[in-house]
Structure formats: C-alpha cells, structure tokens
T-cell receptor, first 114, second 114 residues
Framework: DSGVTQTPKHLITATGQRVTLRCSPR?????VYWYQQSLDQGLQFLIQ???????AKGNILERFSAQQFPDLHSELNLSSLELGDSALYFC?????????????FGPGTRLLVL | AQSVTQLDSQVPVFEEAPVELRCNYS??????LFWYVQYPNQGLQLLLK????STLVKGINGFEAEFNKSQTSFHLRKPSVHISDTAEYFC????????????WGAGTKLIIKP
C-alpha cells in the first residue's frame, strides 16, 4: 500500500459525458501527478500540481483539467469523453520536487467509455 | 529532448534463471534514472534509482541496475527470477532539460515460465 488513494476504482460511462477522478496523496506529500496508461499510448504524464499550483503540463488534452485543493487532494476532470479516453488513470504523489523525488502511485481508476 | 527506449516489449524467462531488462536513454547530461515495477492490477512502485555515486544500484526484491554513461544505458538485472516477479517494468529518466519531469519508457513485460 503506497498511501495514495484513488476513487473510484472503476468507472463506466458514455461518450460525451464528464467524469471526475479523485486522488488523495500520501500524508505530507505536496506534489501530485496524473498519468494516463493505455495499451496504445503506454504511460503518459498528464499534469503535476505542487501545493495547490500547477507545476508542469504533459500530454493533457484541452478537454481534461485538474486542480489541487487546500487539503492537497486532487481531482482530474475529463469532459466530452471519447472512446479513446478509455484507460487507466493513475495519480502519484511525492514529498519533494527535484531529481531525487520518488513518486508513489495509487492503484488507479479504470475508465471505460462506451 | 530526452527519450527512453526499452527495446523489449516482453521478456520470457524460466523461473530461477537470470534476467536482464534493457533501458537506453538519449542524453547523458546529468541524468537521474529510475526503474519502477507494476504488478498486475496495481499501481507502479519504485524498484531502484540512480542519482549519483556508485554505478551499480541495488533495489528491492533482489534487483540491481548498472548505470553506464558511455553507453547511455541503465539495464535492470536479477540473478534468479521467481514467479512473483511477473510484472511490467518501466524505466524512467529525468534531467534538468526536462525540468526534472520523469520521461518514461514503454515498459517491458517480464513473463516467468515455470
């Protein structure tokens, strides 16, 4: 158990819909990362927050957005869902930002868009 | 830009045999290297990391990796694998040029044959 929690574990929805994925980082970790893992694209970094502020953006679509709240939990919002958005979405957290950081991953949310 | 290549998408190996999972990166300037493991239906977990110092890094579960600057490689090895090592293994690299964001390889599935 990494100490990172993600809800829900599974999500099934239809095209065009909007969903929210939630992540609670390890106690004390200020940094949260979101990743998408799919069979064709592999592991893709989406976005990083540090202490409530966006720190880095990866391959995040405009239909996707995220935020980190004062209690440090984070939410990833996916809208106008397409079939291709079906994937495993991971959240990770780290205590520090820098080359030595270890990211601790949650168990993921499996999203299926029908 | 930094990139990571894991040449083998799958590596089948007999139980108790040695294994090497290959990882090459593109730039040798001040890199920091990581191996993460993803067990079936779980999130990723850090196996080991190289930040500086000895080029031979020991990790959890009997794994080790060797940093080779001249060959820009960071191959992962285990002298004797067990069925419980069945997982997908990801190599990742970070450097100042990527703002210390992790750049991920495509992953290698380790398949243990009984």
């Amino acid at each position: 158990d990494s100490g990172v929690t993600q809800t829900p574990k599974h999500l099934i929805t239809a095209t065009g819909q909007r969903v929210t994925l939630r992540c609670s980082p390890r106690s004390g970790d200020l940094s949260v990362y979101w990743y998408q893992q799919s069979l064709d694209q592999g592991l893709q970094f989406l976005i990083q927050y540090y202490n409530g502020e966006e720190r880095a953006k990866g391959n995040i679509l405009e239909r996707f957005s995220a935020q980190q709240f004062p209690d440090l939990h984070s939410e990833l919002n996916l809208s106008s869902l397409e079939l291709g958005d079906s994937a495993l979405y991971f959240c990770a957290s780290s205590a520090v930002v820098g080359p030595q950081e270890t990211q601790y991953f949650g168990p993921g949310t499996r999203l299926l868009v029908l | 830009a930094q990139s990571v290549t894991q040449l083998d998408s799958q590596v089948p190996v007999f139980e108790e045999a040695p294994v090497e999972l290959r990882c090459n990166y593109s730039s040798s300037v001040s890199v920091y290297l990581f191996w993460y493991v993803q067990y079936p239906n779980q999130g990723l977990q850090l196996l080991l990391k190289y930040l500086s110092g000895s080029t031979l890094v020991k990790g959890i579960n009997g794994f080790e990796a060797e940093f080779n600057k001249s060959q820009t490689s960071f191959h992962l090895r285990k002298p004797s694998v067990h069925i419980s090592d069945t997982a997908e293994y990801f190599c990742a690299v970070t450097d100042p040029g990527s703002n210390y964001q992790l750049i991920w390889g495509a992953g290698t599935k380790l398949i243990i044959k009984p």
